[in-house]
């Protein structure tokens, strides 16, 4: 059994993580524990800064020497001072950025706690969580009655991306948003996200999302001995 303990950005991640990724993970005996990074003495979730982060890890990688640590944080809105920062906004390829910034954290993480290599393996969503449910807008839009009207306009974002992972970081324009304008009843983060991803499937999300899918593939992994 590997005890996995994956750092969410937010509840809906942690919903997420909880409904719909450890459950597909329990057969191979890897169970996924999601939890919120503190950043203050009372607060969770939220204002997510490396100096929080590597706190957090070192924390838990210590209080639990058997387990491994993954996470699920957002592209977009990644606090400017995570490693790599800077050198990452100059690749075009969204896919090559987050690459560049996992490596990076990994280096930081492992430097920090002084842990083996092998308990850290850093997960960064492009662009954000909700653009995994662009992996099947025809089902996303089948989550509540009504947003069978707004079909047409999810399938010409979706048409115009290579791929729901590029759906891109406006402030207008990334996927949340585009979700929230275009869903009526407006979509709601922590009821309407996990609820969405269970109806279109780890599968599909996996099938349309490269970079997902390698991080799936990689808790997978730990199941080899």
Partial sequence: MREVIVFAEGPTEERFIKQV????LHGLQIYLKPQLLKTSQSGRGGALSIDRFLLNARNTLRQKPDAVLSSFIDLYGLDTDFPAFEASQKLADVHQR???LEQALHRAVVEHVGCRADRFLPHIQPYEYEGL?????DVLAAT???WSKALGALRKVRESFDSPEHINDGYETKPSKRLENLLHPSYKKTTHGPRAAARISLETME???AHFQDWMNRLRKLAQP
């Fill in 144 to 146: 509540e009655p009504t």
């Fill in 207 to 209: 099938r349309e999302c």
């Fill in 98 to 100: 987050v690459a560049l």
């Fill in 21 to 24: 990724v450890a459950p597909a």
């Fill in 133 to 137: 449910l662009f992996s099947d807008v």
